[in-house]
Each structure stands twice: as structure tokens, then as C-alpha cells.
């Protein structure tokens, strides 16, 4: 299954959409954070989670098959990145138990959506 085949733009992918969402997601919940993180652990997965979108991206426009399996691999690094700093947010009280499940749930998806993609990718 070719993406480009299937979709005329990015924006049709679920992929895409749903990290959009999680952008707005993470956007609403950094401005809970402290002060004092809002320049380090908030910018830092502000920047991660843009960084994953531009592999989104990437991969889309990649007509290389190896490249495409490398973009993939960097946005599954960054979305492991995300947890990690997700997990550190969670255990110094920054979100809730509520934001957490629903962040870690926006993430698996993207996950879940990432492996297929990955997958397709490898039987071409």
C-alpha cells in the first residue's frame, strides 16, 4: 500500500490528523506547567512533539524506501521521547492522572498508526 497512491495530500492522512490533535493536546496542557518548566521540560516536548511532525512529513514526501523507514524510525524515537518527558510531567504533579491517560492514549494511537505505516512500508 503506497501512501502517495492512497492520499492526494498529508492532510488526508489519519496519521497526520491525529498528531495534529495532539499538538493542540500537548499546547493546552503545557500552559498548566509551572513557570519555571514552561522554558525547559515544557519547551523541551513542545519541540519534540513538533519534531515528530516534521518526520510525519518527511516520510510523506520521502519516495525513498529506506528513507522513509529512517523518517518513520526517528518520529517512533520521538514519540518515546514524548512518553518519557509525559511520565517526568505526571510524577513531579505538573498534570493530572486524567491528562496523563488521555496524553499517553493520543501517543499509543499515533503508535498504533506508525507501526501500520511502518509495516506497509517494509512490504513494498
Not at 31 to 39: I, S, V
Request: glycine content about 4%.
Amino acid at each position: 500500500m503506497n501512501h502517495k497512491e492512497d492520499t492526494k495530500t498529508v492532510e488526508d492522512l489519519v496519521i497526520y490528523k491525529q498528531f495534529i490533535e495532539l499538538i493542540y493536546y500537548t499546547e493546552s496542557i503545557l500552559m498548566k506547567f509551572p513557570k519555571c518548566e514552561r522554558f525547559a521540560l515544557a519547551s523541551t516536548i513542545k519541540n519534540t512533539t513538533y519534531e515528530g511532525m516534521r518526520y510525519v512529513l518527511n516520510a510523506f514526501k520521502e519516495y525513498s524506501k529506506e528513507q522513509k523507514i529512517s523518517n518513520l524510525n526517528q518520529l517512533d524515537t520521538c514519540l518515546k521521547m514524548i512518553k518519557v518527558m509525559i511520565r517526568v510531567s505526571y510524577k513531579k504533579k505538573y498534570i493530572n492522572a486524567k491528562n496523563y491517560a488521555a496524553w499517553g492514549k493520543k501517543l499509543a494511537n499515533i503508535g498504533n498508526l506508525l507501526g501500520g505505516w511502518m509495516k506497509s512500508c517494509l512490504k513494498q
